[in-house]
């Protein structure tokens, strides 16, 4: 009985690994395959638009350079250093999000949305997706907007709808602005810093194609829940 306690209590001590211990095994186990993996590169030149592209066929194997003990530990700070712009643009954009999230904002919001919309239920879902449409696409919400469903799902069945009804406003006015992001620090950030392109550019084409993408998704949505007003609260099977 005392061994079946010790390992219970074993079990239940375990902890997923920190963030930051998951990046330092993938600094060292990357450090170890330089060792293995033999060194090559692709002749770079720079195009008419000043962007810096690799030539096609003109990979190559060079001398190898291993990383060694101190490299692993310097790879961090030159890390840091070449990705500044993006870091500290992602830090601000995080910490904003965070000060949303710890005063209650969002919640405010929606509460208050609802109230007002009273009598005209329908219109409700092309606002709640919106806000949550231009929070993935401007502050990269995904999956923090999970929580949002335990507030949505009761909201849009006290307004006759049902449980899908709440849980799409959140989960695909979120997706489809993530999808087609025209600001989001996560996705295009960090692609154009890799690509050499002006941070941010070309964001007219995407805020239109964010326009496109949650224009139907608000359509698809808002269909669906007529059914269902319609149909006195009846599920519908959502077409894939």
Request: aromatic share 12%; net charge positive.
């Amino acid at each position: 009985m005392r061994w079946k306690t010790n390992r219970k209590n074993r079990e239940k001590k375990f902890q997923f690994p920190h963030v930051f211990a998951l990046l330092f095994i993938l600094i060292v186990l990357t450090a170890v395959l330089t060792y293995v993996i033999p060194a090559g590169e692709y002749e770079r030149e720079v195009n008419g638009a000043g962007e810096t592209v690799v030539v096609d066929g003109t990979y190559h194997e060079v001398a190898s350079h291993p990383t060694g003990i101190f490299g692993i530990f310097k790879s961090v700070h030159k890390g840091m250093v070449e990705g500044a712009s993006i870091i500290f643009f992602i830090f601000i954009v995080g910490g904003a999000f965070g000060i949303l999230n710890a005063t209650k904002a969002i919640e405010a919001g929606l509460a208050s949305v609802s109230a007002k919309m009273a009598g005209k239920e329908i219109f409700l879902i092309p606002v709640v997706m919106v806000l949550f449409a231009l929070g993935g696409g401007t502050f990269g919400m995904s999956e923090e907007t999970i929580p949002f469903i335990l507030i949505l799902v009761p909201l849009a069945m006290k307004m006759g709808f049902d449980s899908l009804v709440g849980a799409g406003m959140v989960i695909i006015g979120s997706c489809a602005g993530f999808t087609a992001a025209f600001l989001n620090p996560f996705t295009v950030g960090v692609a154009q810093g890799i690509a050499e392109l002006p941070l941010f550019s070309g964001m007219g084409f995407r805020f239109i194609v964010w326009l496109i993408f949650v224009g139907f998704s608000i359509a698809y949505v808002m269909i669906y829940a007529n059914k269902v007003k319609k149909e006195s609260g009846k599920k519908y099977d959502v077409p894939c």
